[in-house]
Structures are given as C-alpha cells and as structure tokens.
T-cell receptor
C-alpha cells in the first residue's frame, strides 16, 4: 500500500529564506505525487503534481518539487518565502494511476517570520 | 480551475440529531466524489468514495450506517451524519473528480461540524 511521510510537523523560516518541506513516499507502483496547501478553515489547493513526466515539477506561487526515485522523495521548495506562504502543506500519493484515492501525509505547518 | 462548494461551512448541532452536508461541483460533472475527515492539526483521512448512481464505498473502520452518503446527481453528493455525538465533531472535506481535467480531484472548502 502507498504511504507518505512528512518529516517535521513544523518548519519555521524567515521571510526571504529558502523553504524546504520534506516528503518521502512508499509505493508499489510508479507513483503519482502531489503537494497541497491548506489555509486555516479552508479546503485544499493543489500546488503541484508529479505524473511520471518531468522529474522537476513547477507549481503555483513559486513552489517546485523534484521527484527522486532513488531517494523515494518529493521535497517541496521555494527559493524565497513570503509571509503569505504561512499555511499547512500536505504531501499525498495516489493509490494507483491518476487522481484516484489519495493518501495524505500528516502535514507540515510552515511558519514565516518577518 | 474547477470549483467545488460545500454547504454549510459551519454547523453546530445537539447530540443525537442528524446533520446533512452537501458537496457540489459547480462547473463540471463528477461521477466520483470523495469524503474526508480531518481532526485538529491532523491529516485528511479518507472516509468513503461516492459514485454517482451507485452505493458509496467506505474505508475500513468507517460506519456506513452512521455516515450516509448519497450521490444522486453528477454535481451533488451529500454526507449525512446520523445520531451525531461529540466525537463526530470534525472538519469534513469533500473532493470531486473532474474527468475532463486529467481526473484531478478538486477540493471543497470544508464543513466544520460541532456536536454539543
């Protein structure tokens, strides 16, 4: 069965600093991987997705993630944090191909200080 | 992108009552919708897969008689929490699959249920 591990329940950065949110996955099939962002009391918004095409995936709001099969990782990065990036971030893997049942990680709360 | 709405956004009810939550795909048809539950500061847990015109598929450990799901049309799925108890208090989120957009799941804004 597919699973996702997100290291660090909280990550704190200063505004303008590099953002790195870690995600490792376990999958018995070539995975479809996703990063979602959730603002307080809101649903999830898709940041980016990996669907077996390019290993470096660019998403919205300046975020990108690199799929590394050898490390079973899909870490999320952004070169320069903005105050508006403060939110909860979830990594997810799809059970099977496409956007089928998603298995979510436990989430990482990004805190951005001025 | 596609838009999914949920109604109500917040609901407070007394223990023992039933609460219905609606999930609508506003600008696309969705044969498949998912219902998730999120506890405070935790991840989303899939409760069930809702398929238009057929019975929902529940995840292990989810009581189907307590969480009734109806997907009567291609744009509407409802989740009814029957005989609600305080432990049912949670954030419920639905998603709808847009088959015209590479089967991407689009999420609703969620419903905060508080059972007194």
């Amino acid at each position: 069965a597919q699973s996702v591990t997100q290291l660090g329940s909280h990550v704190s950065v200063s505004e303008g600093a590099l953002v790195l949110l870690r995600c490792n996955y376990s999958s018995s099939v070539p995975p479809y991987l996703f990063w979602y962002v959730q603002y307080p009391n809101q649903g999830l918004q898709l940041l980016l997705k990996y669907t077996s095409a390019a290993t470096l995936v660019k998403g919205i709001n300046g975020f990108e993630a690199e799929f590394k099969k050898s490390e079973t990782s899909f870490h999320l990065t952004k070169p320069s944090a903005h105050m508006s990036d403060a939110a909860e971030y979830f990594c997810a893997v799809s059970e099977g191909t496409g956007f089928q049942k998603l298995v979510f990680g436990t989430g990482t709360r990004l805190l951005v200080s001025p | 992108g596609a838009v999914v709405s949920q109604h109500p956004s917040r609901v407070i009810c007394k223990s023992g009552t039933s609460v219905k939550i609606e999930c609508r795909s506003l600008d696309f048809q969705a044969t498949t919708m998912f219902w998730y539950r999120q506890f405070p500061k935790q991840s989303l847990m899939l409760m069930a897969t809702s398929n238009e015109g057929s019975k929902a598929t529940y995840e292990q450990g989810v009581e189907k008689d307590k969480f009734l799901i109806n997907h009567a049309s291609l744009t509407l799925s409802t989740l009814t929490v029957t005989s609600a108890h305080p432990e049912d208090s949670s954030f419920y989120i639905c998603s709808a699959v847009d088959t015209s957009s590479y089967n991407e799941q689009f999420f609703g804004p969620g419903t905060r249920l508080t059972v007194l």
